[in-house]
């Protein structure tokens, strides 16, 4: 069976809300909508205090080439437009609306009805997802039209799709395989008119045969489709490592998929595509999902965006001895520092850690053992990253090729001696990359 | 519950629970087999050496953090526990204790702690204690007590005689045929070095009890292949050429495998995380060097053993290994 070539690392899956269906969460009557929902320059607002918005109106427009339109997710009046933390506690501008009724824009299609003909042409459909504000739901919230509008003299082979759902507890993905099948098709089609690309190939891993079985069966009427299961290992998601897995290729460092012949996208991303494309539905929700160990209350959710995280938190019950909270999976999402904020575009789980499971080992001397090497999928060397950050040798440091790392954490996550490897790379990694920017506008 | 006692760090947020100690102390149950052989055949003194040599190697290590270096001393790592029991198997069982005590003084306060301590050192503790009383004291560290079945012991320390390593230097070195010695008295034969029933350090006599330790680290992840199949592999095929070549000079390589320090050396010594290299390819340089080494000073040297000072010498290559040896680029497959 498939998967990438070197490193990675098995986390337990703890899939504990596998057999929960989605449900539809309430609106609120306040929500908080922050103009930076993307990778990227912030969205710049079109409305004004007082202004009566109606859902799926856009709120702020992208003016930068990486940015995403965001719109609004709900009917109601502009309150005011000011500064709030999001969940790590900066604050960023938000557009803040009073809720009333729940009143769509007349351009939406709001049917249940599955539209399966795509009208719209390669040019067409790219200027919907702009305009509807489509970002990478996997976790990086890239505009998902920039990836196609392709570079001069590039074509693309292959759409992959990433439904490796490779972090351990979140079943979203997992979920709109099962319940979203068609729409989830349609938009891959949708994706290969916009790429020219002649194949797509989805990704599952084989922990999940019931996805697999359901989409091979739903595949039968799409023949530019291919299911494809991989072996479970993490980090499977992570788009080097998904290519390598699915096509055999490889992305040269410092490069982009398209090198290699392929767009990546996840498979909550093409669902957005399918209601932006067929629907003209801006992207103005977030499956969610809401789990942990000692969580009873464990739920998937489509959530409006700007709904407050407090409602949902409240809805389920937050565990007692809770000690951390995260926004994303256990391997690369992010620990909350601020709970009073609201929700954004691509928030795929909101994980209920246990105090016991929140604290760090503190960290013993470096053994030397090689585990941090065995387990990094891009062949680097952790260890000696971490030495070289330390002592700040960014120009050793870039030599021994740091900006190739992912940050997916497989090197921290097996270290015998809980050594956060990680934090220091990040910070090695963010430093380094400054150097090489001044250098280069040194050049220039 | 009050917002602002959530713990915020960076990610990852889970472990999969390896530790230094699980990593140490699965060591220790990997040597029990090789343990208990030894006390087979050369009794109770091998329970003696080992509980002196274990016992001192945790009271220096904790000496020196705490009134040395004065830091929080880490004995309940293991990791002395090991160095301990590797410098009792690698000495003979009727060793003055006061000289395992030297060794152990050698070993953790020397090659250990004057490095920085656990993860710093740069040659394996265990074997330089090893050679720092093979030096010193050559006579203590070369009189062998023959192995004796448990049920025959009251023997057991009294009868003395050469390694198989031993005859075959000597044999060779007064121009008798290899297949002479092999067929001399005091020679073991294949199915008991594969047991352990020969003379030598008291660990490193049974094959099959080391092998089986070797296959539970693997099993645990505690080790990879690399260190062992290259070690073993290549003393086979540079003793097997000479073998070839000339019969009558060279002993078969499978010979070379089962005797001395070398199943000892390639599966626990050699393999000592610390003192090898990072990635996998900088193993197997170092393993290959370990073995041909070997075959080189059991051939060629004054000496009729040479695993103690191939991978000693190699650990002295480990840093540069690291530098040459990069794990393979994902950028590169």
Redesign the interface.
Do not use: W
């Given at each position: 069976m498939k998967t990438f070539?070197?490193g990675g690392?098995?986390?337990?899956a703890q899939k504990l809300s596998n057999e929960i269906s989605v449900e539809t969460f309430p609106l609120p009557k306040q929500a908080t909508i922050f103009v930076t929902q993307s990778l990227g320059a912030p969205a710049v607002p079109v409305v004004a205090k007082g202004d009566k918005v109606k859902v799926g109106q856009l709120l702020a427009k992208a003016e930068a080439f990486i940015c995403a339109n965001v719109h609004s997710p709900f009917s109601g009046t502009v309150n005011k437009i000011e500064p709030v933390a999001d969940f790590t506690g900066y604050k960023k501008p938000a557009i803040i609306i009073d809720v009333e009724g729940d009143e769509w824009d007349e351009s939406i299609d709001t049917s249940e009805e599955i539209v399966s003909e795509i009208k719209l042409s390669r040019k067409e459909i790219i200027d919907r997802m702009k305009a509807c504000g489509i970002v990478g739901l996997g976790g990086a919230c890239f505009p998902t039209h920039v990836k196609y509008m392709l570079p001069e003299g590039k074509s693309a082979d292959y759409i992959l799709v990433n439904a490796a759902e490779c972090e351990?507890y979140i079943t979203t993905d997992y979920r709109m395989m099962l319940e979203q099948t068609e729409q989830c098709l349609v938009g891959i089609e949708a994706l290969l008119i916009a790429s020219g690309a002649p194949k797509a190939l989805i990704g599952i891993e084989n922990n999940k045969p019931e996805a697999i079985r359901h989409l091979q069966e739903a595949t039968k009427t799409h023949p530019k489709i291919e299911v494809v299961p991989l072996k479970t290992k993490y980090p499977q998601g992570a788009e080097?490592q998904l290519i390598?897995a699915l096509t055999g290729r490889?992305?040269?460092?410092g490069r982009l998929p398209i090198d290699a012949g392929c767009i990546v996208n996840n498979i909550a991303t093409t669902h957005a595509v399918y209601e932006a494309v067929q629907k003209n539905k801006p992207l103005i929700e977030t499956y969610t999902t809401v789990t942990g160990k000692h969580l009873a209350n464990r739920k998937n959710y489509k959530i409006r965006l700007g709904t407050p995280l407090k409602e949902v938190l409240d809805a389920v019950g937050?565990p007692?001895n809770?000690?951390?909270?995260?926004s994303g999976g256990?391997?690369?999402?992010?620990?909350?520092?601020?709970?009073?904020t609201f929700f954004v575009k691509g928030m795929s789980s909101i994980?209920f850690?246990d105090?016991s499971?929140?604290?760090?080992?503190p960290e013993?001397?470096?053994?030397?053992?090689?585990?941090c090497?065995?387990a990094?999928?891009?062949?680097?060397?952790p260890?000696l990253f971490r030495m070289l950050a330390v002592h700040n040798r960014l120009d050793d440091l870039e030599a021994h090729?740091i900006m190739?790392c992912i940050?997916c954490?497989c090197c921290?996550?097996?270290?015998?001696?809980?050594i956060?490897l990680?934090?220091t790379v990040?910070t090695g990694k963010s430093k380094t990359g400054a150097m090489i920017k001044s250098r280069q506008v040194k050049k220039s | 519950m009050s917002e602002n006692l959530l713990q915020v760090s960076g990610a990852p947020h889970v472990h999969n629970g390896e530790s230094t100690k699980r990593i140490m102390w699965s060591v220790v149950i990997a040597l029990l087999p090789a343990f208990m052989v030894s006390v087979f055949y050369f009794g109770l003194p091998v329970i003696l050496i080992t509980a002196v040599s274990v016992a001192s190697c945790i009271l220096f290590e904790y000496l020196i953090q705490k009134f040395i270096l004065k830091t929080k001393p880490t004995i309940d790592d293991g990791s002395a526990v090991i160095t301990g029991l590797l410098l009792a198997f690698n000495v003979p069982s009727n060793l003055n204790l006061l000289l395992v005590v030297l060794g152990a003084f050698v070993a953790i306060g020397i090659a250990k702690m004057a490095f920085g301590g656990l993860g710093n050192n740069l040659f394996n503790p265990a074997l330089v204690a090893r050679v720092f009383l093979l030096i010193s004291f050559p006579v203590q560290m070369t009189t062998w007590p023959k192995a004796t079945p448990i049920w025959n012991f009251g023997f057991a320390d009294i009868v003395t005689g050469p390694t198989p390593l031993g005859i075959l230097k000597e044999g060779v070195k007064n121009g008798d045929a290899v297949s002479q010695l092999m067929g001399s008295e005091a020679m073991p034969d294949y199915l008991q070095m594969l047991v352990g029933q020969m003379g030598g350090s008291f660990g490193e006599i049974s094959a099959v009890a080391i092998l089986i330790g070797a296959i539970f680290l693997l099993f645990r992840k505690v080790i990879t292949w690399h260190i062992p199949v290259a070690f073993l592999l290549s003393a086979f095929v540079f003793s097997g050429i000479f073998w070839l070549v000339d019969p009558t000079h060279y002993a078969t390589p499978w010979f070379h495998l089962l005797t001395g320090g070398m199943m000892l050396g390639a599966c626990f010594m050699a393999t000592d995380m610390v003192t090898s290299p990072m990635s996998a390819r900088g193993m197997l340089v170092f393993g290959c060097g370990c073995g041909i080494l070997t075959i080189i000073i059991r051939l060629f040297g004054a000496y009729p053993e040479g695993v103690s000072f191939s991978i000693l010498i190699m650990n002295a290559f480990v840093p540069l290994i690291n530098k040459g040896f990069k794990p393979q680029p994902y950028s590169k497959i």
């Open positions: 070539k070197i690392v098995h986390p337990e351990p080097k390598q490889t992305v040269p460092n937050i007692e809770t000690g951390k909270i995260i256990p391997m690369m999402g992010k620990a909350m520092a601020n709970t009073n994980l850690l105090a499971e929140s604290k760090r080992i013993s001397n470096c053994l030397r053992c090689g585990k090497i065995q990094c999928p891009m062949g680097l060397e260890y090729g190739n940050e954490g921290q996550s097996g270290c015998p001696a809980h956060p990680l934090d990040k | -």
